[in-house]
């Protein structure tokens, strides 16, 4: 198994990479490869042990993943975008 750290810092990049993609509001949702990033990045909690702040962000995590088909406004995707980058800071 790697090391925390490393697991950390993939799952920091993924949600980048979400904040990326949604947060552009001159383009459309790329709904494939948002999903594919919020599976890996949730997935990769499952890797390591938690502490119970990890845990709670893994939660809001998938509380983002079950609102991402509601997006649809800018003003919701920006919020959201957000969420995902406190969620990353936090981390």
Do not use: Y
């Amino acid at each position: 198994m790697r090391d925390k750290q490393f697991i950390l810092n993939s799952i920091k990049m993924d949600l980048l990479r979400l904040v990326t993609a949604v947060g552009n509001i001159q383009n459309p949702i790329p709904h494939k490869s948002v999903q594919e990033f919020l599976t890996h990045a949730i997935q990769d909690f499952d890797k390591t042990e938690l502490t119970e702040k990890e845990l709670a962000l893994k939660n809001q995590l998938q509380k983002l993943d079950s609102s991402l088909p509601n997006l649809g406004d800018p003003s919701s995707r920006l919020r959201w975008a957000e969420d995902a980058l406190t969620i990353r800071c936090r981390l």
